[in-house]
């Protein structure tokens, strides 16, 4: 299904912030430099809906986009980023369990793993929570462009292995080249209805 109109509703760092749409919503998280929000512009073939910094770490709240009136997306804080000042696992921990344990209409987590790195503890954590809450997981292994095709489905088994998830589970794609988006809308399309 192509989606057109893309629109940012609001950040949030607290429950009381977050927006009220009825629709369906999907949580995009990762590490600060997975390329969420490349992701998330590549999805709905904007440049700067979501926020892309030079400098990884920066999404700092829960960001709302509204998707054709059809989905939310809400872009995570990033974790694992030690540099400059990166959000503390604290504070993480404060925005998102709430989110994920009373957020009603939160149908899946796609968690954002650069295709070149296997998960690490945070990232299994994340997984976790989505698990705890019962919600979908789908891994989108993005930056496919930088490694071979051989090295991509080997890449997939260590990965969804180490999360613990089935290669079904996990798509490969590129935001740059802009290959692999339509495999990642099939999941959550599957998801959300």
């Given amino acids: 299904m192509e989606y057109h109109e893309a629109e940012y509703i609001t950040s949030a760092l607290t429950p009381a912030q977050w927006p009220e749409t009825g629709l369906p919503e999907i949580v995009f998280s990762g590490r600060s430099n997975a390329g969420k929000s490349s992701l998330i512009n590549a999805l709905v073939n904007r440049n700067n809906l979501a926020y892309r910094g030079k400098t990884p770490g920066k999404t700092r709240m829960l960001n709302f986009f509204r998707i054709d009136e059809r989905v939310v997306f809400a872009d995570a804080p990033g974790y694992g980023y030690a540099k400059g000042g990166s959000m503390t696992a604290e504070l993480f921990g404060e925005i998102m369990e709430p989110y994920f344990r009373n957020r ?90």
């Fill in 104 to 193: 009603r209409n939160l149908k899946a987590m796609v968690i954002v793993l650069d295709i070149r790195r296997l998960p690490n503890q945070d990232d299994c954590i994340m997984v976790d929570y989505a698990r705890s809450a019962h919600i979908a997981v789908v891994a989108v292994c993005t930056k496919s462009d930088k490694i071979s095709r051989s090295q991509q489905l080997q890449q997939i088994k260590k990965i969804s292995g180490t999360l613990g998830i089935s290669t079904a589970q996990c798509c490969v794609c590129s935001s740059l080249k802009k290959t692999g988006l339509v495999e990642v809308w099939d999941q959550i399309d599957r998801v959300i209805q």
